[in-house]
């Protein structure tokens, strides 16, 4: 059959009246590739089906959460069964603590975690717990990496921020941003100055330990231990926002893969094995500052909903099988390196960072390892290459500057499709 979009064209019409863009996150709407987005009926496995019936191999994966495809049996199950108990009280559970405990097993930096129901919830907090713990006002964060929305955050950032060109949106009041400093991803040298002109007011440091927001950009192992022995030495906090690539480039995260000690850790998107979920975690001696044992106040209504805790639990427990990662590296190098020979043939320029079950392809002849040397790409290359992969059955992250995201569910049949795709696609660019 065809690709259609009839259906997702009206739906979007009628979406667009009520809510702003027509989408409840902006990267949803398609604007950076010029099209209007497919709505989708359903996903299974690898697969994901639109309303006018398209079927798709999706490497979204809802933006990483979905490391065993969609709709896994077991965490269905899990929610399901769940569910009939009741879908949320507000008191605690015990399979809070369970989440918890696999958590810090897997992330020996944290002693303590709390649950929070995004990305942003646990970043933001984040940054209140460093403010809070060091008595300084000033966070450090690199260009290019998105954090989710908080204020403090959203500059100079990457993923929907970065592709609609909105670095500093209207409604941050310029004293927050103020306590903002930009530094550039992968230049311990421009870090360094930061720290000696501001080093006595910076609470801490947050980053992506392994990039994913301005497309996937991978730290040199000197900066990253040069990150976290400037923290040290001023006394400011290490954050690694590990959002997407905790549990996802390896099972113990960015920090298990570079050996590196952060103080506190934000985690989300696996650990809800699909639904609204994001965490902050670090030793106990900052996080028993946090209420109600100490006076660095957040909550949450829904925080450590019964739902979230059990499809998440299920989900790390699938991934503790043994050959899980290596598999999903094994998948992730086979397309990346299939893209890579291919373009090449084609005489397309093109730069791929790569690591775990994640990885970006820059339409570029640069080395791509900061945001400059990622804005060299071609992105209108990108959106027409988007669009063909997208009318043949390959859904995409509509943006070169996000990752693409490969799950246990993905088949080598998938894979091989994938390519075939990509071949014909290029060749038409
Ligand atoms: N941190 C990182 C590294 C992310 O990739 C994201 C979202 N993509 C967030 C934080 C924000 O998470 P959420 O969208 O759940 O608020």
């Given at each position: 059959m065809s690709f259609q979009d009839v259906r997702s064209c009206k739906a979007f019409e009628r979406a667009k009246a009520v809510i702003p863009g027509g989408?409840?996150?902006?990267?949803?709407?398609?604007r950076s590739v010029g099209r209007d987005p497919v709505f989708i009926e359903r996903g299974e496995g690898s697969h994901l089906w639109d309303i006018d019936g398209n079927s798709y191999i999706d490497y979204v994966g809802s933006w990483g959460p979905l490391i065993l495809g969609h709709a896994h049996p077991e965490v269905v199950e899990a929610i399901k069964r769940t569910a009939e108990r009741g879908?949320?009280?507000g008191a605690p559970t015990e399979l809070e603590t369970e989440l918890a405990v696999e958590v810090l097993r897997a992330y020996p930096s944290m002693n303590q975690v709390r649950m929070v129901n995004s990305g942003t919830e646990a970043t933001m907090s984040a940054l209140r717990l460093v403010r809070g713990v060091t008595g300084r006002n000033k966070i450090v964060k690199f260009e290019?990496?998105?954090?989710?929305?908080?204020d403090s955050l959203?500059?100079?950032?990457?993923s929907g921020a970065l592709t609609f060109g909105v670095p500093n949106s209207p409604g941050i009041p310029a004293a927050t941003a103020g306590t903002t400093v930009v530094a550039r991803y992968n230049d311990l040298e421009g870090l360094r100055e930061i720290f000696r002109q501001d080093g006595e007011e910076i609470a801490g440091v947050i980053i992506?330990?392994?990039?994913?927001?301005?497309?996937v950009v991978i730290p040199e192992r000197s900066f990253l231990e040069g990150v976290r022995e400037l923290t040290r030495q001023y006394g400011a906090l290490l954050i690694f926002?590990?959002?997407?690539?905790g549990f996802r480039v390896s099972y113990g995260g960015v920090q298990e893969r570079f050996g590196i000690d952060p103080d506190i850790t934000c985690l989300g998107k696996i650990i809800g094995g699909g639904l609204p979920v994001g965490a902050y975690g670090g030793k106990t001696e900052y996080m028993s500052q946090i209420a109600p044992s100490g006076p660095i106040y957040q909550a949450g209504?829904?925080?450590?909903?019964p739902l979230a805790m059990a499809a998440g639990l299920t989900t790390l427990r699938l991934l503790q099988k043994p050959g899980v990662y290596s598999e999903l590296e094994r998948k992730t190098n086979y397309l990346a390196e299939g893209l890579r020979k291919i373009a090449e043939e084609q005489g397309l320029p093109i730069w791929i960072n790569s690591v775990g079950a994640m990885f970006s392809a820059f339409f570029t002849d640069q080395p791509v390892k900061d945001f400059a040397s990622a804005c060299t790409s071609d992105v209108e290359r990108f959106a027409a290459y988007f669009k063909g992969m997208l009318e043949r059955g390959v859904y995409l992250a509509?943006?070169?500057?996000e990752a693409v995201f490969l799950s246990l569910a993905h088949t080598d049949e998938d894979l091989n499709y994938t390519l075939e795709q990509v071949r014909a696609v290029l060749k038409s660019l």
């Open positions: 989408v409840n996150s902006p990267v949803r709407a398609f879908t949320s009280y290019g990496c998105y954090h989710g929305h908080a959203l500059i100079k950032a990457g992506e330990p392994v990039a994913g927001n301005m497309g926002d590990e959002v997407m690539t209504t829904l925080s450590g909903n509509p943006s070169q500057y």
